[in-house]
C-alpha cells in the first residue's frame, strides 16, 4: 500500500513539473510574440557628430571618420543614432528581432537621403541601418501590424521625420553658431538653458545628456542626447532616464573656418531700460525699490556685443560664470535689477553673456570684469549725438524725449518716439521694444548703435517691436506716506463720498489722459473714492494702512468689470489706483465695520452700490436734459443755482455736498472755473449729513464750467 501511494506522489510530481514546464514554454513564446505591445514610450538617440569622430582610439578610424563628416559636410551637426522602444519607468528592450537578421536594402533616394542623417561613422551605412532596425525598428512595424520583411521603410521614414521637423541637426548650430574648433568647456545647467532658449526650444525634462569619457583625459565628453516621446511620439516627460553628463563636460567642435565672436562682432549696442514698465507686472515691490532712487530716468541693461545682422551673440563665456564681487556707486545706482534677486547676479549674467566679450576683444584678462562695467558707464553718461553734443542717457526721457510731460500711465505715439530719436541720433541708429501687459503694450528699452571704437554711431538700422500706440508710465514723489493716526479709525464719524468729473483731470494732465479713459466713463461722473473723516475736519487723514500696502487684485468678475468702466484713473494704472484708495481710505472702513481688512472687495462693492443706486454718473448727462442745453464739445458752463435746484430735486439739499473746481487756463491764457469733483457728505449710517463747516477753498462759483469731449456715449 504504501508503494502504491509513493509510486502516486512521483507520478503526481512528474506531471506538475511536466505542466510548469509546458507553462514556462509558452510564456516565453508568448513573450516572443506579444512583448512588443508592452513598450509605451520612444527614445530618439541623436549623436554629436563631431565627438564621435574625436573620441575614436584608433587614429585610422579618426581619420576616416572626420574625412567622412568633411565629405558629408556634417562637422557641425547632430546625426541619427537610432529610434527605440522603451518603457518609460526606464527599462530596455534588448532586441526586437529574435529570429534571424533581416538585411534590409533602400532604394537610392531614401539612401541618399539617410547617408547624410543616419550615417555609420565608424561602420557601413548598410550595417548601421541593418543593426537599428533588427534591434528596434523591427517592434515599431510590429506595432503597426505590419510585415516586418516588407516594411522597414516605414520605421526609417519615421524616424527621420521626427528628426527633421523640429531641425535637431542644427541643435549646436542655433546655440553656439560661433564657436571655434576644438574642445570647450561648458556647464550642464548653462548649456540646457541656452537649448530651451534656442528657436527649439527643447524642455530640459524631455531630454536627457550623455556624455562618454574623453579619450585623452578624465575629463566627460558630450556624444548624445535622449530626446524622450510618448507612444504618439509627442515629447514627453514621462520617461524615467537620467542625465549621464557631469555638472560640467567638454564638446567639441568642428567648426573649422569660424573665428571666436569676440573677434567677429563689428557693433555695440548699448541698451537703457525704462524701470517702471517692469513694475507693471511685478508689483508694489519693485515700485517700492524704483522710488528708493531717482525718478523716470533710464537705467542700464547692458552693452551687447553685436553683429550687422543684427544679432548679439547667445553666450561669451561658456564656462563656469566669473562672478562679480565687487561694483561701483555708479553701478549700485544706474544699473539696478528690477526683476532678479539681487544686482550682483544681473551683473553676473550681462558680464558673462556680453562683456566677456568686451574684455577678449581689447586683449584684458577676462577676470578683469570692471573693465566692461566702466566702460558701460562711461558710454551711459556721456554719448555723442549727430550735433556733436554729449547726452547723458539717464536723462534720455524726461529730458530730451518728453520733457514736461505728466506723472502717471502716457500714452506715447510710436512715430513720435521715433521722430525724436531721429533727431538726436540719426537714421537707423536706434531702436526701441516694448513689453505687452494686459493687451496694451508699454516702452520696455531703448537701443543706440556704437561702433567698436565708441566714437561714432554706427547704422544698423532702425529695430522696434512696438505698436503704433504705446504706453509709459512716469512716476512721482509721493515721499513718505503720512500715517493716519492710530485710532482714526474708531474716532471718525462721517464719510466723503466722492465722484470725480476725469475732463477736467485730463484737461490737467494731456490728452493721454483722455485717451486711457473708457467709453462708458467719457463725458460722465466717475467713482473717485468712500473717504472717512471728521465733522470738524480739524485731521488731515493719512494713510489708514500706514506703509503696509495691500495690493490689489480683484477675483470678483462683474465688480471688476464696474471698476475697469466707473473707476478709473486717468493717469496711473487702475489696480494702482485703487491700491491708493482702499489703503488710505477702505482699510479703514473694513475695520469700523469688524470686516476682514485682507477683503477689499468688500468695501469696493459697497462704492459701487452707493454710486450706481444714486445713479451718480449721469448728474451732468440728466441736468443738461432737463436744461434742454445739448452737450457739446469744449467747455459747456453750468449755472450752479440751476444745478443745485436740479439736484435738490433727487433729494440733495445744497448744505449736503460740495462743488469742487480747479482753475483752468485755456490757449488764450484765460482762467476758468471748471469742476473737478463733488463731495457728497454721509453719517456712518449713510445718511445724508449736513455740512457744518465752512465751505471749500476751491469751492465752484456761482457760474463754472465742464469740459466735454467728442460725441456723448
Given at each position: 500500500m504504501e508503494n502504491k501511494l509513493y509510486f502516486l506522489l512521483i507520478l503526481v510530481g512528474c506531471v506538475l513539473l511536466f505542466l510548469g514546464i509546458i507553462v514556462s514554454i509558452i510564456l516565453l513564446l508568448m513573450d516572443k510574440k506579444e512583448h512588443w505591445r508592452d513598450y509605451d514610450s520612444y527614445i530618439l538617440g541623436i549623436s554629436w557628430a563631431p565627438s564621435i569622430c574625436y573620441n575614436q582610439n584608433d587614429k585610422t578610424k579618426e581619420k576616416d571618420c572626420f574625412s567622412k563628416l568633411d565629405e558629408l559636410n556634417i562637422n557641425t551637426s547632430f546625426i541619427i543614432n537610432g529610434l527605440r522602444p522603451e518603457y518609460s519607468n526606464g527599462d530596455d528592450i534588448e532586441k526586437c528581432n529574435k529570429d534571424e537578421d533581416i538585411e534590409i536594402k533602400f532604394n537610392d533616394k531614401l539612401n541618399k537621403t539617410l547617408s547624410t542623417i543616419w550615417p555609420g561613422l565608424t561602420i557601413s551605412d548598410n550595417d548601421k541601418w541593418n543593426y537599428e532596425y533588427n534591434q528596434y525598428g523591427y517592434c515599431y512595424i510590429q506595432r503597426l501590424r505590419k510585415n516586418v520583411e516588407n516594411n522597414f521603410t516605414m520605421y526609417f521614414n519615421k524616424t527621420r521625420d521626427i528628426f527633421l521637423e523640429p531641425q535637431y541637426y542644427d541643435l549646436i548650430e542655433h546655440v553656439f553658431p560661433d564657436t571655434p574648433q576644438g574642445l570647450h568647456t561648458i556647464l550642464k545647467q548653462?548649456?540646457?538653458?541656452?537649448?530651451?532658449?534656442?528657436?527649439?526650444?527643447?524642455?530640459?525634462?524631455?531630454?536627457?545628456?550623455?556624455?562618454?569619457?574623453?579619450?585623452?583625459?578624465?575629463?566627460?565628453?558630450?556624444?548624445?542626447?535622449?530626446?524622450?516621446?510618448?507612444?504618439?511620439?509627442?515629447?514627453?516627460?514621462?520617461?524615467?532616464?537620467?542625465?549621464?553628463?557631469?555638472?560640467?563636460?567638454?564638446?567639441?567642435?568642428?567648426?573649422?573656418?569660424?573665428?571666436?565672436?569676440?573677434?567677429?562682432?563689428?557693433?555695440?549696442?548699448?541698451?537703457?531700460?525704462?524701470?517702471?514698465?517692469?513694475?507693471?507686472?511685478?508689483?508694489?515691490?519693485?515700485?517700492?525699490?524704483?522710488?528708493?532712487?531717482?525718478?523716470?530716468?533710464?537705467?542700464?541693461?547692458?552693452?551687447?556685443?553685436?553683429?550687422?545682422?543684427?544679432?548679439?551673440?547667445?553666450?561669451?563665456?561658456?564656462?563656469?560664470?566669473?562672478?562679480?564681487?565687487?561694483?561701483?556707486?555708479?553701478?549700485?545706482?544706474?544699473?539696478?535689477?528690477?526683476?532678479?534677486?539681487?544686482?550682483?547676479?544681473?551683473?553676473?549674467?550681462?558680464?558673462?553673456?556680453?562683456?566677456?566679450?568686451?574684455?577678449?576683444?581689447?586683449?584684458?584678462?577676462?577676470?578683469?570684469?570692471?573693465?566692461?562695467?566702466?566702460?558701460?558707464?562711461?558710454?551711459?553718461?556721456?554719448?555723442?549725438?549727430?550735433?556733436?553734443?554729449?547726452?547723458?542717457?539717464?536723462?534720455?526721457?524726461?529730458?530730451?524725449?518728453?520733457?514736461?510731460?505728466?506723472?502717471?500711465?502716457?500714452?506715447?505715439?510710436?512715430?513720435?518716439?521715433?521722430?525724436?530719436?531721429?533727431?538726436?541720433?540719426?537714421?537707423?541708429?536706434?531702436?526701441?521694444?516694448?513689453?505687452?501687459?494686459?493687451?496694451?503694450?508699454?516702452?520696455?528699452?531703448?537701443?543706440?548703435?556704437?561702433?567698436?571704437?565708441?566714437?561714432?554711431?554706427?547704422?544698423?538700422?532702425?529695430?522696434?517691436?512696438?505698436?503704433?500706440?504705446?504706453?509709459?508710465?512716469?512716476?512721482?514723489?509721493?515721499?513718505?506716506?503720512?500715517?493716519?493716526?492710530?485710532?482714526?479709525?474708531?474716532?471718525?464719524?462721517?464719510?466723503?463720498?466722492?465722484?470725480?468729473?476725469?475732463?477736467?483731470?485730463?484737461?490737467?494732465?494731456?490728452?493721454?489722459?483722455?485717451?486711457?479713459?473708457?467709453?462708458?466713463?467719457?463725458?460722465?461722473?466717475?467713482?473717485?473714492?468712500?473717504?472717512?473723516?471728521?465733522?470738524?475736519?480739524?485731521?488731515?487723514?493719512?494713510?489708514?494702512?500706514?506703509?503696509?500696502?495691500?495690493?490689489?487684485?480683484?477675483?470678483?468678475?462683474?465688480?471688476?468689470?464696474?471698476?475697469?468702466?466707473?473707476?478709473?484713473?486717468?493717469?496711473?494704472?487702475?489696480?494702482?489706483?485703487?491700491?491708493?484708495?482702499?489703503?488710505?481710505?477702505?482699510?479703514?472702513?473694513?475695520?469700523?465695520?469688524?470686516?476682514?481688512?485682507?477683503?477689499?472687495?468688500?468695501?469696493?462693492?459697497?462704492?459701487?452700490?452707493?454710486f450706481v443706486d444714486n445713479n451718480f454718473e449721469n448728474l451732468f448727462v440728466d441736468f443738461f436734459a432737463k436744461e434742454k442745453i445739448e452737450i457739446k464739445v469744449g467747455d459747456m458752463e453750468i449755472n450752479r443755482t440751476k444745478f443745485e435746484s436740479f439736484f435738490n430735486d433727487k433729494g440733495f439739499s445744497n448744505d449736503k455736498y460740495l462743488i469742487v473746481c480747479a482753475n483752468i487756463t485755456d490757449e488764450f491764457n484765460n482762467t476758468h472755473p471748471h469742476i473737478s469733483e463733488m463731495r457728497i457728505r454721509y453719517d456712518l449710517d449713510f445718511n445724508l449729513l449736513k455740512n457744518e463747516t465752512d465751505k471749500s477753498e476751491f469751492d465752484c462759483p456761482e457760474i463754472f464750467y465742464a469740459q466735454f469731449f467728442g460725441k456723448q456715449n
Open positions: 548653462k548649456f540646457k538653458t541656452f537649448i530651451n532658449e534656442s528657436t527649439i526650444a527643447l524642455d530640459p525634462s524631455t531630454y536627457s545628456l550623455r556624455c562618454e569619457k574623453n579619450k585623452d583625459n578624465n575629463t566627460f565628453i558630450l556624444s548624445e542626447l535622449w530626446l524622450n516621446y510618448d507612444i504618439d511620439f509627442n515629447l514627453t516627460s514621462k520617461v524615467k532616464l537620467e542625465d549621464n553628463c557631469p555638472d560640467r563636460f567638454d564638446i567639441y567642435f568642428r567648426n573649422k573656418n569660424k573665428i571666436p565672436v569676440w573677434e567677429k562682432f563689428d557693433h555695440y549696442v548699448m541698451t537703457i531700460f525704462w524701470p517702471a514698465t517692469f513694475c507693471l507686472s511685478q508689483g508694489k515691490e519693485c515700485y517700492k525699490k524704483l522710488k528708493e532712487g531717482e525718478l523716470n530716468i533710464n537705467t542700464i541693461h547692458g552693452l551687447w556685443p553685436s553683429y550687422k545682422d543684427k544679432n548679439i551673440p547667445q553666450w561669451c563665456n561658456l564656462d563656469i560664470n566669473i562672478e562679480i564681487n565687487n561694483s561701483t556707486n555708479d553701478m549700485e545706482t544706474y544699473w539696478i535689477n528690477m526683476d532678479m534677486e539681487n544686482n550682483k547676479q544681473f551683473w553676473n549674467h550681462e558680464y558673462n553673456k556680453h562683456g566677456f566679450c568686451y574684455n577678449k576683444r581689447i586683449n584684458k584678462p577676462t577676470e578683469d570684469y570692471l573693465l566692461y562695467f566702466n566702460k558701460t558707464i562711461e558710454v551711459y553718461n556721456n554719448i555723442t549725438n549727430i550735433a556733436n553734443q554729449t547726452i547723458n542717457l539717464k536723462d534720455l526721457m524726461k529730458q530730451h524725449l518728453y520733457p514736461g510731460i505728466f506723472a502717471g500711465m502716457n500714452k506715447l505715439s510710436k512715430s513720435y518716439l521715433t521722430t525724436k530719436l531721429q533727431e538726436l541720433f540719426g537714421n537707423g541708429t536706434f531702436g526701441f521694444t516694448c513689453l505687452e501687459f494686459q493687451g496694451n503694450y508699454y516702452l520696455y528699452e531703448i537701443k543706440v548703435f556704437l561702433d567698436t571704437s565708441f566714437t561714432s554711431l554706427y547704422t544698423e538700422g532702425f529695430d522696434s517691436n512696438c505698436p503704433g500706440e504705446i504706453y509709459a508710465e512716469f512716476l512721482e514723489n509721493e515721499g513718505k506716506k503720512k500715517q493716519a493716526p492710530d485710532n482714526f479709525y474708531k474716532e471718525y464719524d462721517m464719510y466723503f463720498f466722492t465722484i470725480l468729473w476725469l475732463g477736467t483731470t485730463c484737461h490737467q494732465k494731456g490728452p493721454q489722459c483722455y485717451e486711457r479713459i473708457p467709453n462708458a466713463t467719457k463725458n460722465k461722473f466717475s467713482l473717485h473714492g468712500l473717504w472717512p473723516n471728521l465733522r470738524n475736519g480739524t485731521v488731515e487723514q493719512g494713510f489708514c494702512n500706514g506703509p503696509n500696502d495691500i495690493e490689489i487684485d480683484i477675483k470678483n468678475e462683474t465688480l471688476l468689470n464696474f471698476m475697469n468702466n466707473h473707476y478709473v484713473s486717468g493717469y496711473h494704472t487702475n489696480p494702482y489706483f485703487w491700491g491708493h484708495e482702499y489703503n488710505k481710505h477702505g482699510y479703514c472702513y473694513n475695520q469700523r465695520v469688524n470686516h476682514d481688512v485682507n477683503d477689499y472687495e468688500f468695501f469696493f462693492q459697497k462704492s459701487k452700490d452707493m
